[in-house]
């Protein structure tokens, strides 16, 4: 539900625009997996509701004829409010005793005030300022601080035991006051002298994050199992005992570690650039624009003291436009250009302000029937001189060494750490075939020059820093008697590839502008999306809940062994995609509109244990591996990233009719849109971990995560006046 409404206020001087709506949505679904445990499987119903209120207001005032201010304010918030269920997948019936929930409220409001003043004919000066506060609130319903966190499912789960839990919540709980906060401005003047219009400027922007995040209770208890119990849980991590030798359930091969992720801190990133540029009309045919950009980055963390900054980072600018034969029916254009991104606040939190994730191991003799916490604790042997072991913390393990301290802000990121950047080349043209049709092609190349990310990787004797992955990288590495070292490692040495990933594309597209009633466009592109790393994210580590969102911090380049293997097709390669959009204006009463959009499927691997049970790597199923690293087993193979098949093509066909009555002047709009028509619910994504330890299959491999979103058909009531 929405309105707007604009116009004068005082004429040619004053000018209010607002808009105002509300969108709401309701629904239900499933939380959990059937092989879940039976306290998840207590909230597995959920019955959800969104609420989004947004406005949108703008006032222009003209003060005279060569002086204006625009102010804009924006608001747009989202509550969430979900109530949990138990659910019987035999049945597929839900009780209605509420056993769980969330309330969540996300979103803020944005202010903008800018001048412009019109100095001369020629010479133009604007400046901008603006503020933004997004606030985090997570509420979980019925939460108890004291009780842990509990996980569990029927495999890790010894027959005959009561696995429950005092604890209702079964997320990460946020840290109280999380907000994000932006606020920057910027300066820029346009001189206008002959053929050139030349402009330049400054902006600077400074982002502030609270944020962080725990288990419930401040820790969880995490079950788990291995066919084989005399096998290390985790030798190349320090974990070198056996859950036989432990004694309790680990003879049969059971056990648990208690795990601790909290991250908490207010970290601060500011960002400045100074840009030069020139749009050279050469002649009536020919456009050039030309322009550099020079960008500083600076990274704070919750000490409020530097970690790593970039300057002197020149991104350099070219376009030209070809006006073919003077009349605008054929026009080519070509572009390339440099972009660097900033790293985001998140880095800070784990990487720089002394974030606790840890595990330690135990085997156990029963389960607390209130808790659900292990009863008879035997802790697993540990290596206590073992680098990933945490000092004083009676065997917690750490597989990024984060335990709690703080490190050094100087032995955070490599020395001359550069920043995130790729280059861009486009080249393109269109033409007008006739007067009723438009063809155009448009070539595509992205390459990836320089990314951010952490690393572990052994040859920094335990230390993890943030580095440039790919080439050559220089520590501060500090020494036992506190001084610092300065040390240089090749790539070769760090042991890693070659950064690499590369987009190719070709666009070409059919359009007939409106005209004769009706309009309509043809697109169809194919592209290649490919290389060794996506870049900040990694969406192919994902199990149900999106991936890897640790951006810039993805746990690609921490260890070399996550690397073999990984050069192949990316997650978000989609060869081909076909799309139509076009309508059909039947009267002044009347419009019919449709769209389709075809897409080839995305490429899927398959990822396993490290072959190696010995190696400091990390015991999980990240390697581009496929199937169980059990000796002599025939099943197990090198399985490149990308070379396990493809998700299917998905389809979506929309339809839309508009009646707008003559006898309201056509003022009032009727519209239904239907989208996805054939109600096609095509799996978008699999979960691609074959195994859950180094002798057991993961059962929920190749289990389908997402699904293309079922028909659903919206009405929309319009008046404009």
């Given at each position: 539900?929405?309105?707007?409404a604009?116009?004068?206020?005082?004429?040619?001087?004053?000018?209010?625009?607002?808009?105002?709506?509300?969108?709401?949505?309701?629904?239900?679904?499933?939380?959990?997996?059937t092989?879940?445990?039976?306290?998840?499987?207590n909230?597995?119903?959920?019955?959800?509701?969104?609420?989004?209120?947004?406005?949108?207001?703008k006032?222009?005032?003209?003060?005279?004829?060569?002086?204006?201010?625009?102010?804009?304010?924006?608001?747009?918030?989202?509550?969430?409010?979900?109530?949990?269920?138990?659910?019987?997948?035999?049945?597929?019936t839900?009780?209605?005793?509420?056993?769980?929930?969330?309330?969540?409220?996300?979103?803020?409001?944005?202010?903008?005030?800018?001048?412009?003043?019109?100095?001369?004919?020629?010479l133009?000066?604007?400046?901008?300022?603006?503020t933004?506060?997004?606030?985090?609130?997570?509420?979980?319903?019925?939460?108890?601080?004291?009780?842990?966190?509990?996980?569990?499912?029927?495999?890790?789960?010894?027959p005959?035991?009561?696995?429950t839990?005092?604890q209702?919540?079964?997320?990460?709980?946020?840290?109280?006051?999380?907000?994000?906060?932006?606020?920057g401005?910027r300066?820029?003047?346009?001189?206008?002298?002959?053929?050139?219009?030349i402009?330049?400027?400054?902006?600077?922007?400074?982002?502030?994050?609270?944020?962080?995040?725990?288990?419930p209770?401040?820790?969880?208890?995490?079950?788990?199992?291995?066919?084989?119990?005399?096998?290390?849980?985790?030798?190349?991590?320090?974990v070198?005992?056996?859950?036989?030798?432990?004694?309790?359930?680990?003879?049969?091969?059971y056990?648990?570690?208690?795990?601790?992720?909290?991250?908490?801190?207010?970290?601060?990133?500011?960002?400045?650039?100074?840009?030069?540029?020139?749009?050279?009309?050469?002649?009536?045919?020919?456009?050039?624009s030309?322009?550099?950009?020079?960008?500083?980055?600076?990274?704070?963390?919750g000490d409020?003291?530097?970690?790593?900054?970039?300057?002197?980072?020149?991104?350099?600018?070219?376009?030209?436009?070809?006006?073919?034969?003077?009349?605008s029916?054929?026009k080519?254009?070509?572009?390339?250009?440099?972009y660097?991104?900033?790293?985001?606040?998140?880095?800070?939190?784990?990487?720089?302000?002394?974030?606790?994730?840890?595990?330690?191991?135990f085997?156990?003799?029963?389960?607390?029937?209130?808790?659900?916490?292990?009863?008879?604790?035997?802790?697993?042997?540990?290596?206590?001189n073992?680098?990933?072991?945490?000092?004083?913390?009676?065997?917690?393990?750490?597989?990024?060494?984060?335990?709690?301290?703080?490190?050094?802000?100087?032995t955070?990121?490599?020395?001359?750490?550069?920043?995130?950047?790729?280059?861009?080349?486009?080249?393109?043209?269109?033409?007008?075939?006739?007067?009723?049709?438009?063809?155009?092609?448009?070539?595509?190349?992205?390459?990836?020059?320089?990314?951010?990310?952490?690393?572990?990787?052994?040859?920094?004797?335990?230390?993890?820093?943030?580095?440039n992955?790919?080439?050559?990288n220089?520590?501060?590495?500090?020494?036992?008697?506190?001084?610092?070292?300065?040390?240089?490692?090749?790539?070769?040495?760090?042991?890693?590839?070659?950064?690499?990933?590369?987009?190719?594309?070709?666009?070409?597209?059919?359009?007939?502008?409106?005209?004769?009633k009706?309009?309509?466009?043809?697109?169809?592109?194919?592209?290649?999306?490919?290389?060794?790393?996506?870049?900040?994210?990694?969406?192919?580590?994902?199990t149900?809940?999106?991936?890897?969102?640790?951006?810039s911090?993805?746990?690609?380049?921490?260890l070399?062994?996550?690397?073999?293997?990984?050069?192949?097709?990316?997650?978000?390669?989609?060869?081909?995609?076909?799309?139509?959009?076009?309508?059909?204006?039947?009267?002044?009463?009347?419009?019919?509109?449709?769209?389709?959009?075809?897409?080839?499927?995305?490429?899927?691997?398959?990822?396993?244990?490290?072959?190696?049970?010995?190696?400091?790597?990390?015991?999980?199923?990240?390697y581009h591996?496929?199937?169980?690293?059990?000796?002599?087993?025939?099943?197990?193979?090198?399985?490149?990233?990308?070379?396990?098949?493809?998700?299917?093509?998905?389809?979506?066909?929309?339809?839309?009719?508009?009646?707008s009555?003559?006898?309201?002047?056509?003022?009032?709009?009727f519209?239904v849109d239907?989208?996805?028509?054939?109600?096609?619910?095509?799996?978008?994504?699999?979960?691609?971990?074959?195994?859950?330890?180094?002798?057991?299959?993961?059962?929920?491999?190749?289990?389908?995560?997402?699904?293309?979103?079922?028909?659903?058909?919206?009405f929309?009531?319009?008046?404009?006046?």
């Amino acid at each position: 539900v929405g309105a707007y409404a604009s116009g004068p206020l005082i004429k040619d001087r004053l000018f209010v625009y607002v808009d105002v709506e509300q969108n709401r949505q309701d629904g239900n679904s499933i939380r959990y997996y059937t092989n879940s445990s039976a306290a998840q499987l207590n909230q597995a119903w959920s019955d959800y509701l969104y609420k989004t209120p947004r406005w949108t207001a703008k006032i222009d005032w003209n003060i005279n004829d060569n002086n204006t201010i625009e102010l804009t304010g924006v608001s747009d918030k989202t509550t969430y409010n979900a109530s949990y269920y138990p659910y019987n997948y035999s049945a597929d019936t839900h009780a209605n005793n509420k056993t769980g929930g969330l309330y969540t409220k996300d979103g803020g409001d944005l202010y903008i005030g800018k001048y412009t003043g019109y100095v001369t004919d020629d010479l133009t000066i604007t400046a901008l300022y603006g503020t933004q506060k997004i606030n985090h609130v997570s509420t979980p319903w019925n939460y108890n601080p004291a009780c842990p966190y509990v996980s569990s499912n029927t495999q890790s789960q010894v027959p005959g035991l009561n696995y429950t839990s005092c604890q209702s919540y079964t997320g990460t709980v946020l840290i109280p006051g999380a907000h994000d906060k932006t606020y920057g401005g910027r300066f820029d003047i346009e001189y206008h002298i002959g053929d050139h219009d030349i402009r330049l400027g400054y902006d600077r922007q400074t982002a502030e994050s609270l944020t962080g995040s725990s288990y419930p209770g401040g820790y969880g208890w995490i079950y788990g199992y291995q066919a084989n119990p005399n096998q290390p849980i985790d030798a190349g991590h320090g974990v070198v005992g056996t859950p036989a030798e432990a004694g309790g359930y680990g003879t049969q091969g059971y056990y648990v570690y208690r795990y601790y992720s909290t991250q908490n801190a207010y970290v601060k990133t500011i960002q400045e650039a100074q840009y030069l540029e020139d749009r050279w009309q050469l002649t009536d045919r020919w456009l050039l624009s030309i322009g550099l950009r020079n960008e500083q980055f600076t990274n704070y963390n919750g000490d409020n003291k530097p970690y790593a900054r970039q300057r002197h980072q020149l991104a350099p600018r070219l376009g030209v436009s070809w006006d073919v034969f003077g009349d605008s029916t054929l026009k080519v254009f070509a572009n390339a250009g440099r972009y660097h991104l900033a790293m985001p606040n998140n880095v800070a939190v784990r990487a720089a302000s002394g974030s606790l994730i840890t595990s330690q191991y135990f085997t156990y003799t029963g389960v607390d029937p209130v808790t659900g916490a292990p009863t008879g604790l035997n802790p697993v042997r540990v290596d206590l001189n073992n680098q990933y072991v945490c000092p004083n913390s009676g065997g917690a393990v750490s597989t990024n060494i984060e335990c709690g301290t703080a490190p050094d802000p100087r032995t955070v990121a490599a020395k001359g750490l550069k920043s995130h950047f790729q280059d861009e080349y486009i080249l393109g043209a269109q033409y007008q075939l006739t007067p009723e049709y438009v063809f155009g092609a448009k070539g595509t190349v992205r390459k990836l020059r320089s990314a951010i990310d952490d690393t572990c990787t052994p040859a920094l004797g335990g230390a993890c820093f943030l580095f440039n992955p790919g080439k050559a990288n220089s520590f501060l590495e500090e020494q036992d008697d506190g001084t610092f070292v300065e040390r240089h490692y090749s790539n070769a040495e760090l042991g890693f590839p070659h950064l690499k990933r590369k987009y190719v594309a070709l666009d070409l597209f059919l359009e007939h502008p409106f005209a004769d009633k009706w309009y309509g466009k043809i697109d169809y592109t194919y592209s290649h999306n490919y290389g060794n790393t996506e870049g900040q994210l990694a969406s192919d580590l994902d199990t149900g809940a999106g991936g890897q969102t640790d951006v810039s911090v993805t746990q690609d380049w921490d260890l070399p062994q996550l690397m073999v293997g990984a050069n192949g097709s990316l997650p978000n390669d989609r060869r081909h995609q076909f799309r139509a959009f076009g309508y059909y204006q039947m009267s002044k009463e009347w419009r019919f509109g449709g769209t389709a959009m075809i897409m080839s499927g995305r490429p899927l691997s398959c990822t396993s244990f490290w072959p190696d049970p010995k190696a400091p790597v990390y015991n999980g199923s990240y390697y581009h591996y496929c199937g169980l690293p059990i000796p002599g087993s025939t099943g197990y193979v090198y399985t490149p990233r990308g070379t396990s098949g493809n998700t299917p093509w998905t389809h979506r066909y929309d339809l839309n009719v508009a009646y707008s009555p003559n006898w309201l002047d056509n003022k009032l709009t009727f519209q239904v849109d239907v989208f996805n028509v054939l109600n096609r619910q095509t799996p978008l994504y699999y979960n691609m971990r074959y195994a859950s330890n180094r002798s057991t299959v993961n059962p929920l491999y190749r289990r389908v995560l997402n699904y293309t979103d079922p028909r659903t058909v919206r009405f929309t009531m319009r008046y404009d006046f």
